[in-house]
């Protein structure tokens, strides 16, 4: 009987120990599982939508919105504050030599030189600012403050979204282009966001006059808009007795269709010629890559439009920043 009864004590003993072992377990995994699945830090604003965005450079509160039922849109003077905080709302004025938001000077950028302020003192005006939408309502803004002597205007280009109670900046350039036919947007190349600026300068042209209509590609990065590289989407220009046995003036068209992708840019490049009839003599089409490797874009050939075209009575100028990788 004791025995026995010894056996049955020595078994509860022992599932009592296998019980409190599995609920010492049990806590460590439960505590464990709390730690596991802790919430992430978050930005300040809690959309969910807002991992489709980098992290902000600078941030603004804003005062509470009275209908929650709309979207909120920022006035052209918060978007002037987001990006120079020195700006006078009051008075609606820039100061003489504004820092941006990350406490840089504004108009040091090399797209400034040769170029001087609007007005004087720098006060704003409607039409002063263009907006490329994209997704998650992150906008492209175009803050024109300068002119130069050939007619482009010159501004700041900022990243920004507005959401919840609050207006956030994530990056900023500069950016020289068109003063009415730059438009602005906003691709994908694989997980990185890139800011896209097209300046469009064939819409319009006249029949002989050569243009070229430029998409230069920037990435956000540690608060600056990087330029990655400026590609040609459109290009005409003309030539004497570039073609066998042909005379009289031709002209040369260069097209380009470019996708996004994880991997870098895919170009798609048509070159025709035609002459002075318009009749289309040869036509050619070719397929690179900007390769996107090392922070730096790199070229998978040389551009069809070099290989082709021989020689140009009517030059524009066009000269690429030393940083941009060259199509």
Known sequence: MWSKGAKQVRRGRGWCQQHLAWQTLGAFFSLFGVIACAEPAQSVSSDPSRRGAPLPACVVRLPPQKNTAFMRQLTDEQYWKLVFPGYDEQAGILPQSPLTCTGQSAFKQPAFEGSEVSSSPLRPKTGDLVFGGGANRIKVVWLKTHVRPDGDAVGVLALVRTVDDYAEMYALGAYRGNAKQS?????????????????????????????????????????????????????????????????????????????????????????????????????????????????????????????????????????PPADSAKP
């Not at 002989?208 to 590609?217: E, G, H, I, R, W």
């Open 183 to 319: 438009r602005f947007g906003l691709e994908r190349m694989g997980s990185e966001l890139l800011v896209t600026a097209l300046d469009d300068r064939c819409t319009g042209r006249g029949v002989n006059d050569a243009c070229d209509t430029t998409l230069v590609t920037y990435m956000p990065w540690a608060g600056e808009l990087k330029e990655l590289a400026q590609i040609p989407l459109q290009r005409v220009r003309f030539a004497t007795g570039s073609e066998p046995g042909v005379s009289g003036k031709l002209e040369y068209t260069l097209v380009t269709s470019p996708s996004f992708k994880p991997e870098g840019i895919e170009l798609l490049e048509q070159v025709s010629a035609k002459d002075a009839d318009g009749r289309e003599l040869r036509k050619a089409e070719h397929q690179r890559t900007l390769a996107w490797s090392k922070d730096r874009m790199t070229p998978s050939a040389d551009s069809l439009w070099d290989r082709i075209f021989v020689a140009r009575d009517t030059p524009v100028s066009s000269t």
